[in-house]
Structure formats: C-alpha cells, structure tokens
C-alpha cells in the first residue's frame, strides 16, 4: 500500500478528465499534493480555488520535477512535446499516464523518449463527453466506467500494476489491451462516429442551416457528440488516421450500397440493412 | 366546441404513436368512442384491456364507417392501401389525419382519393422515438413536441382548424407548412440521420462487430435511433427518396472531404471542419 501511494500528481491540462482525475485521487486518499498545469491560468487559478488542485505552474517544468505520477490530459496532439520537455527533470521511479483516446504509435514513441527507469503506462478511460471544463469534474466520473491500459512488452511490471490499481480503486472496469488494437478499436467505435456526427450538422449546414431548428431528439441524440472541443477531436483523428482512412472506406462502401438500393427503390434489402444494423445495436443497452 | 368534439375516432396501426393519440383525446376529452385496428390481434387486445380503446376490428372497413376522425399510424407505406380501401364507406364530413413522417406527394395522392366532402389533413408530430409499442404510449406524448401540420391548397378550412386545434390541445407546438418542404426539412435533419446510424453500426459489424461491445456513450447517442423500427424507416426512405439522395450525396462530399483532409493531414482545416459543425449543432440545447 505504501507504494500505491503517490506523493505528489502533476496534472497536465486541467479540463474534465484532468480535474475529475484529481478529484478521484484525492477521494481515494491516494496522493498527498496534486499539482497542475495548462494553457489558461484563469481556469487554473479556478481549480485551485475550488480545491481541486494545490497549486499550479504555466509553465509544465515547474510542476512535475519531483512528481511521482504525471498525468497527460491535454489534448493527444501536444502528449509528444511535453513529453519531451519533461524528461530530463523527471525523478527516478516516476509513473506517466495519460487519459488520451489515441494510443498505437503515441505509446511506443512517448515510452523510447523517456529516461531510464521513468515508466510510461498508456491509459484511456471511456468516460469523456462533450463536455470539457471543470465545471462538470467529478470524484465518480470513472466510476463502472471501462479503463483501457495499454502496457508494451517494454513496461515496466510495477508501474502498470500502479496504474491497474489506481483505476480499480476509481472504481473503473480496467482492460489491458494492446496500444495498436486500441486504436482499431477506437477509430471504430468512437472516432468515426465523432467525425461522422460532425458531417452530418455540416450537411445540414450546406442545404440549409436553418432546418436544424426542425430537429426531434433522434438528430440532438445523434450530433451530440459534434459539441465535443475541435481541437481534442482534431489530434485525435489525424493520430489515428490510418485506421480511420481504412474505416472511411467501408462506411462509405456501406453508404453507396444504401444509395443504389435507394435508387433501385429495393425497400427490401434496405429493410434488411436496417434489420441488421438494428440487431447489432441491440447488444448495447 | 361542439363542433370541435368527435364522437367516434379509429386509429389504424395501434403502436407508439397511435395509443398516445388515443390517450390525449381522452385526456383532453375530445372523443366519446375509440377503436383501433392493426396487424397484430394480441397488441389491440391488450391496447383494449388497458382502456387505450374501446374496441377493435381486423379489418380496417370494420371501424372507420361512421368515424368523425381517422388517425394513420401504420407505417407510411400503407397509408395509400387504407385510403383506397376505406375511402367508400367513410362517412360525410369525416376528417382523415395520419402522424406519418413524409407528406409531400403522398398527401396529394390520398387528398385525391378522397370523396367529396372527406377531409384528409396530413400532421407529423416530432414525438416518435426508437420505441414503437402501446408499453411506452402516454397521454402527453405530443405534450410540447413540434407538430407539423401540412394542408394543401385544396384543404377544408374547417377540417384544417380542427385538426390544428386538437393537437395544440394535446400540447403541441403547431407549424403549418407546404408538404413538399416538410419533406425537404425532414430528409435533412431526421431521414438522413437515421440511414447513417444505421450506416455506421454496419460498418461496425463489417469490421468487427465485437468492438461494439467497447462502445462508450458517445457511440449509444449517436446510434439510438438505428433501434427504430426497419419497416418504418423503409417505408420512410423509400418514400423520400428523392431528396435523400440528393442528400446522400451532399452528405458523401462532407465525407470525402474530411477523408482528403486527413489524407493530408491538414489538421487546420480539419479543426475549422469541426467548428463549423459544432457551432451550428450548438443552436439545439
């Protein structure tokens, strides 16, 4: 138990994930100071203010020199730069982890920049939303949420079974899973469906953007995801392009199949395409 | 007001929509007697034992003869096969309305069934949701709900009233609009929608369809709406299809346009794509 006990958390980007982070950490007694940092001192004074956070720095050196665990969430897009400032200030022994919907490369590539004997561990919690401040930050927001952990064949044993622990006493449903299948993963059931949400207002947009006032809930259900930040939504997709690319193409082979069978007025199989798409569906609740 | 009450109303197709409508006539007193009708025995006699209505007939031609109000709630493709089917024996007087999703052509062709002195008057409550049976049906289904009511220019003005009347007693926000725009706001902004989270849970299933089983809430939202019903939504599309396929392929340019984007990896221009979006999705609460 001694072990499991951080010292001092640095939280890089204190938004929702970050801020809910802390809150949980504190929640399960286990760190003693947790420190922050990010791009608006405004919010960061707030997070403070609010007891979330100790104290903060701007600039990212200045908070995680004698950190025993570093948690990156910023957006995926800037994990490689600060990775890169923080290295050579790291203590032995410390632990990064990260919240961030893009894995895969990302890992390998922040674990080779890392000092000796400095353990990254990847981390995603399925617990984001399109909300992104501190405002909607709570103790419970990984609670019966799952937690994939992405360890390599290089991590380092002790520190991913810190990170295993710490998620299972936030009281997530923790996976391990390899950093590639992840993103297959993602890219599918999380990605696409974002950048198609976003087309779909989009389309609207170009028809004519006052429609969208005609909306029921199945459209507000639908695009709810559009409301999530651009910038996080960005990083994450050119970092998974690959496999989003690849999944572009059978959603768009699965669109042109609905438009020939539109065309040919086959009510059918366009029943059967619903039918189907309906039945895998059903295996959520 | 006396001209506004109906003595004996028959709802065809007894589901979701139907047995709400059954429900806030009789919330809202308008109607002395219901009966129903549909394809499946056992649903009306249970719609019967809760009081939805008074009585049932197999036959359509059995409940609508001396009928002051007619309600269409089967799925859109059979409103033309009612209309010719029960189109000699309704009573003068006798006003049709339907709470279908198309109108457009489909309300011209079943205005000119009609005989003489038989008012049909199309109406689209935004009411519906994934579920389709009398289990979820209330009394203030409509309660707030947008409601779209779509004369022509050859509309009984009494009828119309009436009609307009009712469901604004039932609580609904009514917009009377040409049924030919109805049918161009509806492809965009419900029609589309709902082809593309069918689309893109069978994409799923043509990559793996146990990685849905990682879906987050993210992917619940934005693929509710393929839990709705196949023959609904076939008949749907089938009967908009002109300008769902005008859409589809405006829709397929905002795909393959965020496809180049990410092929060149232009993350500006794709953060300025996910703007664009959220800040109109942004106009919905």
Chains 1, 2 share one sequence.
């Not at 701007?58 to 990156?72: A, G, H, K, N, T």
């Not at 890992?107 to 501190?134: F, N, T, W």
């Not at 950048?195 to 004519?208: C, K, L, S």
Request: glycine residues 6%.
């Amino acid at each position: 138990m001694t072990n499991l006990f951080f010292n001092k958390v640095s939280i890089i980007g204190v938004g929702l994930l970050g801020a809910s982070f802390a809150l949980a950490l504190r929640e399960n007694g286990l760190c003693k100071t947790i420190v922050g940092t990010g791009r608006k001192e405004d919010n960061l004074r707030r997070a403070k203010e609010r007891g979330i956070i100790d104290a903060y720095a701007l600039d990212v050196r200045d908070i995680c020199e004698d950190s025993d665990l570093i948690l990156l969430s910023t957006p995926v897009g800037a994990f490689r730069d600060i990775a890169v400032r923080i290295k050579d200030i790291l203590k032995q022994n410390a632990i990064i982890t990260d919240v961030g919907s893009v894995k895969g490369k990302l890992v390998h590539e922040i674990e080779s920049l890392m000092p000796e004997r400095v353990y990254y561990i990847g981390s995603h919690p399925i617990a984001g939303s399109d909300k992104s401040g501190i405002d909607d930050a709570r103790a419970d927001l990984f609670d019966n949420a799952r937690c994939i952990v992405t360890p390599t064949e290089k991590s380092n044993e002790m520190a991913r079974e810190k990170i295993i622990y710490m998620w299972r006493r936030f009281g997530a449903r923790v996976e391990v899973i390899d950093p590639f299948i992840h993103d297959e993963i993602y890219a599918a059931v999380s990605h696409l469906p974002h950048i198609i949400a976003y087309t779909i207002v989009n389309t609207i947009g170009d028809i004519d953007s006052k429609y969208i006032e005609y909306a029921g809930q199945g459209f507000k259900d639908t695009t709810r995801i559009a409301l999530s930040s651009p910038e996080m939504w960005r990083d994450i997709v050119i970092h998974n392009r690959e496999n989003l690319l690849r999944l572009l193409d059978v959603f768009k082979e699965n669109v042109d199949r609905i438009k020939r069978l539109l065309e040919k007025k086959d009510s059918e199989a366009i029943k059967e395409e619903f039918k189907s798409a309906r039945g895998l569906r059903e295996r959520l609740q």
